[in-house]
């Protein structure tokens, strides 16, 4: 049985919340608490496997508690954000602090996307609490802490390893990369690694709500060398740039009149996740065939899996994260299975690989 404390201010979200996870014959909320202080409280006395943490919250905020959480009695936290910019940014910010990853505040029963919404959040909880739990690296010392019986990996918080730039002409010079659950702070390793000459165009489809996605890449940008934007219909195929695909559109790379055009499209329609990493990889692989290179990193699900496979028949190349680093192993598992994989790689060294696959 997966034990779990909600966090919330809001009666109906505790209710909500429980609710919904309840649901799940292998989940049980073993308490709910109305700020940071008294959650930090239950969760000494009760121990759970997950938490669901509220940001905005009287007392104690929830970016308070969960520093306290990962200094004292590290384990997988998931944070309840409310699907706005100002939400979104304290939410990247949490996930720098060892969050797992977020689920969306707008809950109610006229919301069209309750039952989307209450399957991810059963199915993240399940997931994540069969993983490892590895605390951030803390940013001065603190007492040390012991891990529970917690278990998601939280990817991507040590100091990143610059990556050193390589001569000549690359092979390849459009990179993909398809991301989902435990995303942000894995992309931020990345690419905060990679030199200001970074010899090729960077494409990102991270499952990310509309409002997250600017500021996600906003946050980038002041991290790293290269440069990071949300991408628009028209921005131009230069090195040394990553383009962020909008939250509920995708993202595309076509061959038009002999010259590559960045797309950003609502289309397909029935994906199942916008933006979806299947629709950039297809795109990549039939633009550029052997000069893509195709990345996938932590996720569930196999979004990316069926564009990798174009992506490899076209000539392309294939990189995945590999179990140990990955908050959830899923998307990477779906093209390590199929055998679409030329290499897999630890968090810590995908920057790296990505570099040396340029010139492969």
Known sequence: MITVVVVDDSAFMRKALSSMLEKDPEIRV???????QEGLDLIRK???????????????????????IMMEM???????????VEGAEATLKAMELGAVDFIPKQLSKVSLDIVKIEEDLQEKVKQISRRRFVPPRPSRPVRPAVATNGTAVAAAHAVPRPVVSRTGRPVRDIV???????GPPAVQKVLSQLPADFPATILIAQHMPAAFTGPFAKRLDGVCKITVKEAETGDRIVPG?????????????????????????????????????NVLMESVGNSV????????????????????????????????????SCVVYGMPKAIVDAGLADEIHDIDDIAEAIMAGLYK
């Open 74 to 84: 590290p384990r997988p936290v998931l944070m309840v954000s409310s699907l706005t």
């Open 176 to 182: 993909a990369i398809g991301v989902s659950t435990g």
């Open 289 to 324: 065939g052997r000069k893509a290179l195709g990345v996938i990193l932590t996720g569930m699900g196999s979004d990316g899996a069926e564009g990798m496979r174009v992506l490899k028949q076209k000539g392309g190349r294939a990189i995945a994260q590999n179990d140990a």
């Open 30 to 36: 073993v308490a709910t608490a109305r700020d940071g």
């Open 241 to 277: 740039v990553a383009y962020v695909a909008p939250g509920g559109k995708h993202i595309r790379l076509d061959l038009r009149g002999g010259r590559m055009e960045l797309v950003v499209t609502t289309e397909p329609t029935d994906a199942l996740y916008k933006p979806s990493a």
């Open 46 to 68: 009760h121990n759970p496997d997950v938490v669901t943490l509220d940001i905005e919250m009287p007392r104690m905020d929830g970016l308070t508690a969960l520093r306290h």
